[in-house]
């Protein structure tokens, strides 16, 4: 008889749910308890957990968000919140602990798996940065729901004659905005990857109306950038936004793991773009609606996939590893591996996506 604690950190994604879901129905086979423990990190600083049953997962495989809760809580900002953290262990009597999460929470759940504590790491984010796996879950529900904005926004561009940039999510790695970008046929495409050059943009999109194409879909990731020799753009950011390090922010607090919040590049480049072409140009920021709602049912598969693989892991006390999908595999890696550096666009599919450009 083991007791299992179950964790989500960082922001919330689309498949969270199943995860837990197969996180518990696995244990059962074993007859081990799984305790959902609150609000990510913090919860087990704060020893706020409760027992899920099979009453507690009833239903929630479709649901998007998560049933426990999440936050972005590191514990090892402060030593007495590791001690905490030790102690509920403890007392709770976790045997072992399911963390689910992005680099920032694997990146804790690998210091406590250095500490000695009983680990194994789930790789969620929509973002698709994580390293050792080839996808996230959550990705594929963003990537859907970025998709069909882009179609809906083609349609209005197309009548009003217009530039409509769209800001998707991806802080470090525009893994988002290129896939939906390719899938929605967007006539450029902006990453953190490739810092970018107004003047080559608006090139680009100008070659579009002189074709005689007169309208374009601009797709930008949050964490996009102008390349440094562009000093245009201290001139024209709005108030509202900070530039940081290049990266355009909406304010230059941060948060536990030291980051700030990005957002507001898609004002920036349509009032540039507007300014440059002299197109009506428009913005859509689509933020957290790439989060919500329910997950596609290749993140529902994932998601089992990884719930299962990692009770599996515990059964073989196979600790300090996350469960990763290669190929169509699901294998362990290293929580090492996992957070060791951001899993960025491939420049074979940015390639691709250049092909469309302009
Ligand atoms: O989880 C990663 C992410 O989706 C980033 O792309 C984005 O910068 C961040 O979350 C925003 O999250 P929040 O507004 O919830 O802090």
């Given at each position: ?208 109306y002189d074709r005689g194409k007169k309208f374009s879909i601009v ?63 428009r913005v859509t920021a689509l933020g957290h609606v790439q989060r ?67």
């Open positions: 008889m083991k007791k299992i604690g179950v964790l989500t950190g960082g922001g919330d994604c689309p498949g969270l749910n199943a995860v837990i879901r197969a996180v518990v129905k696995k244990s059962r086979q074993y007859n081990w308890d799984v305790i959902g423990i609150k609000n990510g990190w913090k919860g087990l600083i704060n020893g706020e957990m409760e027992l899920l049953t099979d009453y507690s997962v009833s239903g929630i495989l479709p649901k998007g968000g998560t049933i426990i809760g999440t936050s972005r809580t590191n514990p090892f900002n402060n030593k007495e919140d590791i001690q905490r953290v030790l102690d509920n262990i403890n007392k709770f009597g976790l045997d072992a602990i399911v963390a689910i999460g992005g680099d920032d929470t694997l990146s804790v759940a690998k210091k406590l798996y250095d500490m000695g504590v009983p680990v194994i790491g789930v790789p969620k984010t929509i973002d698709n940065d994580l390293s050792g796996t080839d996808y996230t879950f959550g990705f594929d529900t963003a990537v859907s729901i970025a998709t069909e904005a882009i179609d809906r926004l083609h349609t209005t561009a197309e009548s009003h004659h217009r530039v409509i940039v769209v800001e998707l999510m991806g802080r470090h790695a525009g893994w988002i905005a290129t896939m939906a970008g390719i899938a929605g046929g967007a006539d450029e495409i902006l990453i953190p990857e490739v810092p970018f050059d107004l003047d080559e943009v608006c090139k680009n999109l100008k070659s579009r797709a930008v990731a949050e964490g996009a950038r102008p390349k440094i020799t562009d000093t245009s753009n201290e001139d024209n950011v709005t108030q509202s936004h900070d530039i940081e390090m290049g990266l355009i922010t909406q304010t230059s607090e941060k948060d536990d793991f030291g980051h700030v919040r990005l957002g507001g590049i898609g004002h920036y480049l349509a009032k540039e773009i507007e300014k440059r072409m002299n197109v009506e140009t919500g709602g329910t997950p596609t049912a290749h993140d529902r598969v994932l998601a089992t996939r990884f719930g299962v693989a990692a009770v599996e892991l515990i059964k073989n006390n196979d600790f300090g590893k996350m469960v990763a999908l290669q190929g169509n595999k699901i294998v362990p890696v290293k929580l090492e591996e996992a957070v060791s550096k951001t899993k960025t666009v491939d420049m074979d599919l940015y390639e691709i996506a250049k092909v469309f450009f302009g």
